[in-house]
């Protein structure tokens, strides 16, 4: 509860959770997701009765093969008391494609982090990559034209522009510039 009168505190209408704990040097599990699905569907729960919506910001590592899929589509699944924060970026960079998985997953998604990323940059399953890979929206290789349309054609009304880099002074204007021309 104590989650819930924070949120209320501020005023949120979300709560998010950016991490899932396990150990970085090892691949993320089947069991790691199923624990955080039961943690997620029980604290979504609560959080709803109480006006807040829970949402889960994937990283990449969810992208281990689980049966015919991965283990972010278990967790799409599975997940009934909470939605979900896509960064384009982190979809990516797990081997994703992030406006197919808004289409397949639709509904799901409530919100949109827009990171772009450098063309070439190679994928990873740890959740971890170059910062100086963040590049200006709509120069890389995420489609964020297509993942806005998309977004938008679903009905998703928050969009974080999100930049890392140690060119973030520059490039934020360039990709707030980029979207009003979208």
Same mark, same amino acid.
């Given at each position: 509860?104590?989650?819930?009168?924070?949120?209320?505190?501020?005023?949120?209408?979300?709560?998010?959770?950016?991490?899932?704990?396990?150990?970085?040097?090892?691949?993320?599990? $089947?069991?790691?997701?199923?624990?955080?699905?039961?943690?997620?569907?029980?604290?979504?729960? $609560?959080?709803?009765?109480?006006?807040?919506?829970?949402?889960?910001?994937?990283?990449?590592?969810?992208?281990?093969?689980?049966?015919?899929?991965? $283990?972010?589509?278990?967790?799409?699944?599975?997940?009934?008391?909470?939605?979900?924060?896509?960064?384009?970026?982190? $979809?990516?960079?797990?081997?994703?494609?992030?406006?197919?998985?808004?289409?397949?997953?639709?509904?799901?998604f409530t919100s949109v982090h827009l990171k772009d990323r450098r063309i070439g940059?190679?994928?990873?399953?740890?959740?971890?990559?170059?910062?100086?890979?963040?590049?200006?929206?709509?120069t890389g290789d995420v489609g964020i034209a297509s993942v806005v349309e998309e977004?938008?054609?679903?009905?998703?009304r928050y969009f974080f522009v999100e930049d890392e880099s140690e060119r973030v002074?520059?490039?934020?204007?360039?990709?707030?510039?980029?979207?009003?021309?979208?």
């Open positions: 509860m104590a989650a819930v009168y924070k949120a209320q505190s501020y005023g949120a209408k979300f709560a998010t959770v950016y991490w899932i704990p396990h150990e970085f040097d090892k691949p993320f599990t $089947i069991e790691h997701a199923k624990a955080a699905v039961d943690v997620f569907n029980t604290a979504g729960k $609560i959080l709803r009765e109480n006006g807040i919506t829970l949402q889960y910001h994937p990283h990449g590592y969810e992208f281990q093969p689980h049966e015919d899929g991965t $283990i972010l589509d278990y967790m799409l699944q599975n997940v009934t008391d909470a939605t979900f924060q896509m960064d384009v970026f982190w $979809i990516k960079q797990g081997g994703g494609d992030p406006t197919g998985i808004l289409k397949k997953y639709e509904g799901k940059s190679p994928n990873s399953s740890n959740g971890a990559a170059d910062k100086d890979t963040n590049v200006v929206l709509g977004a938008k054609r679903q009905g998703i002074l520059k490039q934020v204007p360039a990709s707030l510039l980029y979207l009003h021309g979208l």
